[in-house]
């Protein structure tokens, strides 16, 4: 039996934008070894696996290298596929059980918004082996749930023009690293940038996730509870952040690149 697969750009309204991430429609469960090897197959940052269970879909994800508890681009494309061919009306709310416990999507006005747990920044001493990495001192250091490393920068311009060292960067504890910095005034609020070589992904294109972390963060310094957010990576792309209690909204927009069948099981 053939399986369905999708190659979707998430974080954008343009094709070979925003972040790829491949969606496979599973009939039934599969083993770890097997979607690690099409996870592997198509070397993206993240391939989503979704299995129908009653009242929505268990929903993994994998990197090349490993599976993740949390992906937020790949969540969108796998929203995105099943708003886009029928699978669910764009009135309906979906339910993704995940590792990280049950996630939502709705669609509204054209962009899907996935409720995603919110993560606090917690302020530590910034580590010299982060600094000789940046290769400047940042403003400030936050870490949460000990896998990732945030550190603000001191412009725009700095983030975007910044030329990471994967080697230095993936010698720190933390598997991933983002930079961020206030946005110039204009159309974003901040910009960001993400670093997981530990995880085979030197530079995710745009990372949903990372929004549960930067949300917070910067609600603490702007004072505010929404955010349009810009993930400047060459490929860039666009994302809605809102805080709702110990919930953050996660949005955007996504496009469908491809659909193939996987012949060999």
Known sequence: MQTPIFQVDSFTTKPFKGNPAGVCLLDSPKDEAWMQSVAAEMNLSETAFLCPKKDGYHLRWFTPKTEVRLCGHATLASAHILYEFGYYEESETI??????????????????????????????????????ALGQIPLSTVVSGGTHVLAEL????????????????????????????????????????????????????????????????????????????????????????????????????????????????
């Open 95 to 132: 339910e993704f059980y995940t590792l990280s416990g049950t996630l939502t999507s709705s669609f509204d006005n054209g962009t899907i918004l996935l409720d995603f747990p919110r993560l606090e920044p917690t302020v530590i001493e910034t580590p010299q082996v982060l600094i000789e």
């Open 154 to 265: 001191e412009n725009e311009s700095l983030v975007r023009n910044f030329d990471p060292d994967f080697e230095k960067i993936s010698k720190l504890p933390q598997g991933e690293v983002m930079i961020t910095a206030k946005a110039e005034p204009g159309k974003y609020d901040f910009v960001s940038r993400f670093f997981a070589p530990q995880l085979g992904i030197n530079e995710d294109p745009v990372t949903g996730s990372a929004h549960c972390l930067l949300g917070p963060y910067w609600a603490e310094k702007l004072g505010k509870t929404e955010f349009h957010a810009f993930q400047a990576s060459p490929r860039g792309g666009d994302v809605y952040v809102r805080l709702k209690g110990d919930r953050v909204v996660i949005g955007g927009k996504a496009v469908t690149i491809f659909r193939a069948d996987l012949i060999r099981h």
